[in-house]
C-alpha cells in the first residue's frame, strides 16, 4: 500500500513538472502581439524570447517597408517615401549582393526596385 502512495505521489510531481514545462512556461515567456502600422499597413509581430527581440523588431519593420514600397508604387506620397527612408537607414540591408548598384541614402526609386533584397526578412548564409 506505501509502494502505491509512493508511486502516484511522485507520477503526480512528474505530470505537474510536464504541465509546467509545456504550458505554463511558454505562456509565461510569451510577451504578447505587437502592432506596427502607417497609412495602409499593419504588421503584426509576437515577441518570445528575450535574446531575440531585436531581430523580431527589425524584421517587423523591414515587413512594413515592403508594405510601404507596394504602397509607394501604387501611389507615391512623401510621407511613406519618408518612412520607408527612415527604416531604410535603420534596418535595411546594406550589404547585400548588389548594395553597390545604387545610391544608400537618397535613391528611393532603387530602393523600391530592389525593395525585396533590401528589405528581405530572410537570413541567407553562404
Known sequence: MEER???AIVLSVLVLIVIFF?????????????TLS?????????YF???LEDDTYRAAKNKLALCL????????????????LGIYRLYGNHNG???V??????NLDSIIKNKTMVFDTVISVD
Request: hydrophobic share 30%; aromatic share 10%.
Open 5 to 7: 502512495k509512493t508511486a
Open 49 to 51: 524570447d528575450k535574446g
Open 97 to 99: 549582393v548588389d548594395s
Open 22 to 34: 509545456t504550458v505554463i512556461l511558454p505562456y509565461i515567456r510569451h510577451k504578447g502581439t505587437q
Open 69 to 84: 514600397c507596394n504602397v509607394y508604387q501604387k501611389r507615391p506620397d512623401t510621407a511613406v517615401a519618408n518612412q520607408i
Open 101 to 106: 548598384s545604387y545610391n544608400h541614402t537618397t
Open 38 to 46: 502607417f497609412n495602409a499597413c499593419t504588421v503584426h509581430f509576437e
